[in-house]
């Protein structure tokens, strides 16, 4: 009620991603996307689709993309795709979402969780060899909050074991290791365009792509029912398609892909200009990669303080992820009390704050203005 009473004109709740503003941002191509949609009376896989998939090749610089249902299952198809499943092991971190762990547990492989660096909260390579088994048969590095992770190291890794490498590309649409997009680097890429990320539908949607002719079809059997020929399954598959709706809506943000990004970089800057003096830790970059700020993540104990400060400040922010993986009930069991300290004490000390390209440069301040506040 307090906070129903207390809104004013310059009083909002400025929340921490924004995909209504995104979408306004857009408007009138979208609303036309989607009415193309509807007078051409196809759905679900159809001429929307092809060319998204097309575009969205071309854009990460790969020869294929695969338009799926979701992230979590262009995880899945992936792993399904390398027959990858029961008995096998694939080596990730905790600190993702959980989607990740779920996509493997789901192929029925095992996850093995390696700890993170400290500075970039991606995987760390120099722990993977302790991790490997007779059972290892890929590695699934995150890139996390729109960073890349180590891909030099993980790949020397890779090749050196014949190991598969699925890049979790879900928070970094547009991202850049080493002048290569991510997602063209490993075996196969994989993105989600739940609404929030930096490419985002308004509703499920997911990618794979990848430079291999041979996986490619083997993907596109997995999405659909093993269909070589229509209602004739040759193969293993089910129902994971992108319909032409939200194919349609991500053509019209994917031509746009790039200035967001930039916007998004640009407010990142903006913030560690203000923040800089501040006891907190701010998100560090890699030296030869290019950062999409899908998140702007600051570290700081005692976090939930000032996460409570914010929010009766008219900040909000979240915490991902407040239980790493190997944590959370369901995955627990199969991790036998390990313990990865990195990633714990991370868990305690993140907090994202606002960051999406809309953000306006009166809510950087008002936002900074309240961290100064708080500290002083
Ligand atoms: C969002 C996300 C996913 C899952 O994507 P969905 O489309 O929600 O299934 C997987 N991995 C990471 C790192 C994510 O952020």
């Known amino acids: ?190 993105f989600s365009f739940y609404p929030t990320k930096n490419l985002g539908a308004i509703g499920d949607g997911g990618a794979l792509v990848t430079n291999d002719d041979q996986l490619v079809e083997k993907i596109k059997l997995l999405r659909e029912y093993g269909w070589k020929e229509r209602y004739i399954s040759s193969a293993e598959g089910w129902n994971s398609r992108l319909d032409e709706m939200q194919a349609a809506i991500l053509r019209v943000k994917l031509k746009n892909l790039n200035k967001d990004n930039n916007l998004r970089r640009r407010h990142s800057k903006k913030y560690n200009e203000l923040l800089k003096d501040l006891p907190l830790e701010l998100p560090k970059t890699r030296s030869n990669s290019s950062h999409v700020f899908h998140l702007f993540v600051i570290k700081i104990e005692q976090r939930n303080k000032l996460r409570d400060y914010l929010q009766k400040n008219g900040v909000n922010t979240t915490i991902q992820y407040p239980v790493p993986v190997h944590k959370q009930k369901y995955f627990q069991k199969m991790c036998s009390e390990k313990s990865l300290p990195v990633t714990e004490q991370v868990a305690k000390n993140i907090l994202s704050i606002p960051m999406y390209p809309e953000l306006e440069e009166k809510e950087i301040n008002k936002v900074s203005n309240k961290l100064k506040d708080y500290f002083s």
């Open 1 to 190: 009620m307090d906070y129903l009473c207390s809104r004013s004109e310059n009083n909002v709740m400025i929340p921490c991603a924004n995909p209504k503003a995104q979408y306004l941002s857009y408007r009138d191509d979208i609303n036309s996307a989607i009415q193309r949609v509807l007078d051409s009376g196809w759905y679900v896989l159809g001429e929307e689709v092809t060319r998204f998939e097309k575009e969205f090749a071309q854009f990460n610089t790969v020869s294929h993309a695969v338009g799926v249902g979701s992230g979590t299952e262009a995880l899945h198809i992936a792993l399904r795709a390398l027959d990858i499943g029961q008995g096998d092991e694939v080596i990730t971190t905790a600190h993702t979402a959980v989607a990740t762990a779920s996509a493997i547990d789901l192929a029925g492989a095992k996850p093995i969780f390696v700890d993170i660096e400290p500075d970039f909260f991606t995987i760390d390579p120099d722990l993977i060899e302790d991790a490997i088994t007779p059972k290892t048969k890929a590695i699934i590095p995150v890139h996390i909050y729109g960073q890349p992770c180590n891909m030099d190291a993980i790949m020397e890794i890779a090749n050196k074991n014949n190991f598969k490498v699925i890049e979790d590309c879900a928070q970094t649409h547009g991202a850049e290791y080493n002048g290569k997009r991510v997602g063209s680097i490993g075996d196969v890429g994989c």
